[in-house]
């Protein structure tokens, strides 16, 4: 369990940037593949973004193009750099490892908010 603490979610308008930090727990961080994710109201938790050990990323559909996801292994945290937002892109943003199980455990996450 890596026990994620994420921040830097809030209120934008459509086509603003924000961008989210994850700090994770240090005694394994650097040792496995991280994700960011969301929940928007009424829907389930859907995997935005992925980062491996080494860096390499991939992103869902939704997101390619506008989003970023990068790591620092030496802070700990990884972080989400979000542009170009969207009202759909309303949500809870979590961090954790990828991929999770029924017994991985969740931070409280980051609400984004995109409205005009």
């Known amino acids: 369990q890596v026990q994620p603490v994420e921040s830097g979610g809030g209120l934008v308008q459509p086509g603003g940037s924000l961008r989210l930090s994850c700090a994770a727990s240090?005694?394994?961080?650097?040792?496995?593949?991280m994700g960011w994710y969301r929940q928007a109201p009424g829907k389930q938790r859907e995997l935005v973004a992925t980062?491996?050990?080494?860096?390499?990323?991939n992103y869902g559909d939704s997101v390619k193009g506008r989003f970023t996801i990068s790591r620092d292994n030496g802070k700990n945290t990884v972080y989400l750099q979000m542009s170009s937002l969207k009202p759909e892109d309303t949500a809870v943003y979590f961090c954790?490892?990828?991929?999770?199980?029924?017994?991985?455990?969740w931070g409280q996450g980051t609400q984004v908010t995109v409205s005009s």
């Open positions: 980062i491996s050990q080494n860096g390499n990323t």
């Open positions: 240090r005694s394994i961080f650097s040792l496995v593949v």
């Open positions: 954790n490892v990828f991929p999770t199980t029924t017994r991985t455990i």
